[in-house]
Protein backbone atom coordinates (compact mmCIF):
# COMPACT_ATOMS: atom_id res chain seq x y z
CA UNK A 1 0.00 0.00 0.00
CA UNK A 2 1.42 3.74 -0.81
CA UNK A 3 1.12 5.95 1.83
CA UNK A 4 -0.45 8.65 0.71
CA UNK A 5 1.45 12.41 0.81
CA UNK A 6 -0.61 15.79 0.84
CA UNK A 7 2.15 18.59 -0.11
CA UNK A 8 1.31 22.64 0.72
CA UNK A 9 3.55 23.94 -2.29
CA UNK A 10 3.15 27.89 -0.66
CA UNK A 11 4.94 29.17 -3.63
CA UNK A 12 6.21 32.89 -3.33
CA UNK A 13 3.58 33.80 -0.22
CA UNK A 14 3.96 33.95 3.53
CA UNK A 15 6.52 36.12 5.07
CA UNK A 16 8.25 34.54 8.22
CA UNK A 17 5.93 35.31 10.59
CA UNK A 18 3.26 34.25 8.60
CA UNK A 19 4.70 31.13 7.62
CA UNK A 20 5.31 30.61 11.54
CA UNK A 21 1.57 31.20 12.62
CA UNK A 22 0.32 28.90 9.94
CA UNK A 23 2.52 25.68 10.61
CA UNK A 24 2.13 26.06 14.50
CA UNK A 25 -1.79 25.72 13.77
CA UNK A 26 -0.98 22.85 11.38
CA UNK A 27 1.06 20.85 13.78
CA UNK A 28 -1.49 21.02 16.21
CA UNK A 29 -4.82 20.14 14.28
CA UNK A 30 -3.12 17.87 12.50
CA UNK A 31 -1.22 16.45 15.57
CA UNK A 32 -2.98 12.67 15.29
CA UNK A 33 -2.84 11.70 11.65
CA UNK A 34 -0.59 8.80 10.92
CA UNK A 35 -2.04 7.62 7.93
CA UNK A 36 -0.78 10.76 5.66
CA UNK A 37 2.04 12.17 4.90
CA UNK A 38 2.16 15.34 5.65
CA UNK A 39 4.55 18.25 3.77
CA UNK A 40 4.74 21.66 3.99
CA UNK A 41 7.06 23.83 0.79
CA UNK A 42 7.29 27.39 2.07
CA UNK A 43 9.93 30.10 0.39
CA UNK A 44 13.81 29.61 0.72
CA UNK A 45 13.79 32.39 3.35
CA UNK A 46 11.11 30.49 5.82
CA UNK A 47 12.55 27.23 6.01
CA UNK A 48 15.18 26.83 9.08
CA UNK A 49 12.63 28.84 10.95
CA UNK A 50 9.65 26.32 9.68
CA UNK A 51 12.22 23.61 10.39
CA UNK A 52 12.84 24.62 13.88
CA UNK A 53 8.71 25.43 14.48
CA UNK A 54 7.61 21.98 13.48
CA UNK A 55 10.61 19.93 14.81
CA UNK A 56 9.26 16.50 16.56
CA UNK A 57 5.52 16.97 14.65
CA UNK A 58 4.50 15.05 12.08
CA UNK A 59 4.78 17.94 9.82
CA UNK A 60 7.59 17.37 7.08
CA UNK A 61 9.85 20.11 5.14
CA UNK A 62 10.02 20.62 1.66
CA UNK A 63 11.73 23.18 -0.73
CA UNK A 64 10.61 24.55 -3.95
CA UNK A 65 13.22 24.36 -6.09
CA UNK A 66 17.15 24.06 -6.42
CA UNK A 67 19.94 24.21 -8.61
CA UNK A 68 21.82 21.88 -9.97
CA UNK A 69 25.42 23.02 -9.20
CA UNK A 70 27.41 22.70 -5.83
CA UNK A 71 28.19 25.84 -5.15
CA UNK A 72 29.62 29.21 -7.01
CA UNK A 73 29.28 32.08 -9.28
CA UNK A 74 25.29 31.45 -10.19
CA UNK A 75 24.10 34.44 -8.08
CA UNK A 76 21.03 34.30 -6.48
CA UNK A 77 20.32 29.84 -6.80
CA UNK A 78 20.25 27.32 -3.98
CA UNK A 79 21.97 24.43 -4.26
CA UNK A 80 20.32 21.02 -2.97
CA UNK A 81 23.18 21.32 -0.37
CA UNK A 82 21.63 24.25 1.02
CA UNK A 83 18.14 22.87 0.61
CA UNK A 84 19.39 19.88 2.39
CA UNK A 85 20.80 21.76 5.40
CA UNK A 86 18.11 24.31 6.00
CA UNK A 87 16.22 21.08 7.15
CA UNK A 88 14.55 19.76 4.26
CA UNK A 89 13.70 16.58 3.24
CA UNK A 90 12.12 17.02 -0.16
CA UNK A 91 12.32 19.39 -3.42
CA UNK A 92 9.59 20.24 -6.03
CA UNK A 93 11.09 20.33 -9.11
CA UNK A 94 10.08 21.31 -12.46
CA UNK A 95 6.28 22.65 -11.57
CA UNK A 96 5.54 24.24 -14.66
CA UNK A 97 5.39 27.73 -13.17
CA UNK A 98 9.34 26.95 -13.25
CA UNK A 99 9.28 25.91 -16.50
CA UNK A 100 6.96 28.26 -18.11
CA UNK A 101 8.06 31.51 -16.53
CA UNK A 102 11.87 30.52 -15.76
CA UNK A 103 12.28 28.28 -19.20
CA UNK A 104 13.36 25.23 -17.33
CA UNK A 105 13.69 22.77 -19.60
CA UNK A 106 13.44 18.58 -19.56
CA UNK A 107 17.66 18.75 -19.37
CA UNK A 108 17.14 21.47 -16.41
CA UNK A 109 14.58 19.12 -14.52
CA UNK A 110 17.30 15.99 -15.28
CA UNK A 111 19.92 17.97 -13.98
CA UNK A 112 18.39 19.06 -10.29
CA UNK A 113 16.58 15.45 -9.82
CA UNK A 114 19.77 14.49 -9.91
CA UNK A 115 21.39 17.37 -7.72
CA UNK A 116 18.25 16.75 -5.34
CA UNK A 117 18.92 12.41 -5.12
CA UNK A 118 22.47 13.09 -4.41
CA UNK A 119 22.26 15.58 -1.86
CA UNK A 120 19.51 12.84 -0.46
CA UNK A 121 16.41 14.80 -0.97
CA UNK A 122 13.56 13.32 -2.34
CA UNK A 123 12.33 15.22 -5.49
CA UNK A 124 8.59 16.00 -5.89
CA UNK A 125 9.08 15.57 -10.37
CA UNK A 126 5.90 18.00 -11.66
CA UNK A 127 4.81 16.92 -14.69
CA UNK A 128 1.57 18.50 -16.93
CA UNK A 129 -0.02 19.89 -20.19
CA UNK A 130 -1.67 22.97 -21.30
CA UNK A 131 -4.43 23.36 -22.28
CA UNK A 132 -4.12 24.28 -25.73
CA UNK A 133 -1.60 20.34 -25.38
CA UNK A 134 -4.91 18.79 -24.01
CA UNK A 135 -7.31 20.46 -26.99
CA UNK A 136 -4.87 18.85 -29.83
CA UNK A 137 -4.54 15.42 -28.15
CA UNK A 138 -0.84 15.49 -27.49
CA UNK A 139 -1.71 15.21 -23.45
CA UNK A 140 0.00 12.00 -23.46
CA UNK A 141 2.66 13.24 -25.58
CA UNK A 142 3.98 15.78 -23.00
CA UNK A 143 3.27 13.63 -20.52
CA UNK A 144 5.92 10.87 -21.85
CA UNK A 145 8.20 13.79 -23.02
CA UNK A 146 8.35 15.42 -19.18
CA UNK A 147 8.77 11.62 -17.20
CA UNK A 148 11.52 10.76 -20.20
CA UNK A 149 13.46 13.86 -20.08
CA UNK A 150 12.98 14.10 -16.06
CA UNK A 151 14.17 10.42 -15.50
CA UNK A 152 17.43 10.18 -18.10
CA UNK A 153 19.40 7.96 -16.63
CA UNK A 154 18.31 7.64 -13.14
CA UNK A 155 18.24 3.73 -11.69
CA UNK A 156 15.51 2.00 -10.52
CA UNK A 157 16.72 2.77 -7.20
CA UNK A 158 16.45 6.51 -7.55
CA UNK A 159 12.90 6.07 -8.68
CA UNK A 160 12.39 4.42 -5.09
CA UNK A 161 13.16 8.19 -3.38
CA UNK A 162 11.63 10.17 -6.56
CA UNK A 163 7.40 11.59 -6.28
CA UNK A 164 5.81 12.71 -9.36
CA UNK A 165 3.07 14.97 -9.02
CA UNK A 166 0.24 15.04 -12.23
CA UNK A 167 -0.78 19.02 -12.54
CA UNK A 168 -2.42 19.50 -15.77
CA UNK A 169 -1.27 23.26 -16.24
CA UNK A 170 -4.87 24.43 -16.76
CA UNK A 171 -5.90 23.20 -13.87
CA UNK A 172 -3.44 25.23 -11.35
CA UNK A 173 -4.82 28.09 -9.93
CA UNK A 174 -8.01 28.30 -11.81
CA UNK A 175 -10.74 26.30 -9.96
CA UNK A 176 -10.91 24.12 -12.55
CA UNK A 177 -9.83 20.42 -11.68
CA UNK A 178 -9.38 17.69 -13.37
CA UNK A 179 -12.12 15.31 -13.78
CA UNK A 180 -10.69 11.91 -10.64
CA UNK A 181 -10.92 10.14 -14.46
CA UNK A 182 -9.27 12.28 -16.29
CA UNK A 183 -6.74 12.57 -13.15
CA UNK A 184 -6.28 8.70 -12.94
CA UNK A 185 -5.92 8.29 -17.14
CA UNK A 186 -2.95 9.95 -16.69
CA UNK A 187 -1.58 8.94 -13.58
CA UNK A 188 -1.67 5.01 -14.63
CA UNK A 189 -0.07 6.14 -17.89
CA UNK A 190 3.05 7.62 -15.98
CA UNK A 191 2.58 4.38 -13.82
CA UNK A 192 3.55 2.32 -16.85
CA UNK A 193 6.16 4.24 -18.18
CA UNK A 194 8.06 4.07 -14.93
CA UNK A 195 6.60 0.24 -15.17
CA UNK A 196 8.17 -0.06 -18.74
CA UNK A 197 11.56 1.73 -17.86
CA UNK A 198 12.01 0.81 -13.88
CA UNK A 199 10.35 -2.12 -13.57
CA UNK A 200 6.88 -3.31 -11.86
CA UNK A 201 7.92 -3.49 -8.17
CA UNK A 202 9.35 0.51 -8.54
CA UNK A 203 6.04 1.45 -10.07
CA UNK A 204 3.99 -0.19 -7.78
CA UNK A 205 5.96 1.32 -5.02
CA UNK A 206 5.75 4.87 -6.58
CA UNK A 207 3.90 7.53 -5.44
CA UNK A 208 2.12 9.89 -7.82
CA UNK A 209 0.06 13.25 -6.65
CA UNK A 210 -2.65 15.24 -8.52
CA UNK A 211 -2.40 19.27 -8.67
CA UNK A 212 -4.21 22.00 -9.80
CA UNK A 213 -7.20 23.26 -7.91
CA UNK A 214 -7.25 20.72 -5.44
CA UNK A 215 -9.83 21.75 -2.24
CA UNK A 216 -11.31 19.84 1.00
CA UNK A 217 -14.12 19.06 -1.16
CA UNK A 218 -12.95 17.63 -4.06
CA UNK A 219 -10.06 16.15 -2.70
CA UNK A 220 -11.60 12.55 -1.50
CA UNK A 221 -12.97 11.94 -4.72
CA UNK A 222 -9.39 12.09 -6.66
CA UNK A 223 -7.67 9.95 -3.93
CA UNK A 224 -10.32 7.47 -4.54
CA UNK A 225 -8.68 6.21 -7.60
CA UNK A 226 -6.23 3.58 -7.65
CA UNK A 227 -3.20 5.57 -8.89
CA UNK A 228 -3.81 8.99 -7.05
CA UNK A 229 -1.68 9.05 -3.89
CA UNK A 230 -1.87 12.42 -2.76
CA UNK A 231 -1.89 16.01 -4.03
CA UNK A 232 -0.06 18.92 -4.75
CA UNK A 233 -1.71 21.71 -3.44
CA UNK A 234 -1.43 25.65 -4.10
CA UNK A 235 -4.22 27.70 -3.22
CA UNK A 236 -6.00 25.54 -0.51
CA UNK A 237 -2.71 25.13 1.44
CA UNK A 238 -2.25 28.76 2.21
CA UNK A 239 -5.26 29.00 4.82
CA UNK A 240 -4.76 26.93 7.68
CA UNK A 241 -8.34 25.82 7.93
CA UNK A 242 -8.47 24.54 4.34
CA UNK A 243 -5.24 22.74 4.24
CA UNK A 244 -6.39 20.81 7.36
CA UNK A 245 -9.99 20.10 6.23
CA UNK A 246 -7.80 18.76 3.52
CA UNK A 247 -5.52 16.36 5.04
CA UNK A 248 -8.25 15.46 7.33
CA UNK A 249 -10.31 14.35 4.06
CA UNK A 250 -7.86 11.81 3.27
CA UNK A 251 -7.04 10.67 6.40
CA UNK A 252 -9.42 7.16 7.62
P1 LIG B 1 -3.38 25.23 -7.02
O1 LIG B 1 -1.81 25.03 -7.32
O2 LIG B 1 -3.76 24.22 -5.98
O3 LIG B 1 -3.49 26.63 -6.51
O4 LIG B 1 -4.11 25.01 -8.29
C1 LIG B 1 -1.24 23.75 -7.43
C2 LIG B 1 0.23 23.85 -7.74
O5 LIG B 1 0.63 24.73 -8.51
O6 LIG B 1 1.03 23.04 -7.24
Known amino acids: MRKPIIAGNWKMNKTITEALELVRNLSIELKDIKDVDILVCPAFTALCSVAQAIEGSNIKLGAQNLFWEEKGAFTGEVSALMVK ?6 VIIGHSERRSIFKETNDYVNKKIKAALKAGLLPILCVGE ?10 FDVIADHVHGALEGLSA ?3 KNIIIAYEPV ?7 VATPDQAQ ?4 FIRKIVAD ?7 EGLRIQYGGSV ?3 NVKILMEKPDIDGALVGGASLKA ?12
Not at 185 to 188: F, L
Not at 197 to 203: A, I, L
Not at 241 to 252: D, R, T, Y
Request: glycine share 6%.
Open 85 to 90: DAHCEY
Open 130 to 139: RLDEREDNKT
Open 157 to 159: DDL
Open 170 to 176: WAIGTGK
Open 185 to 188: EVHA
Open 197 to 203: NFGKEVS
Open 215 to 217: KPD
Open 241 to 252: ESFIALVQACSK
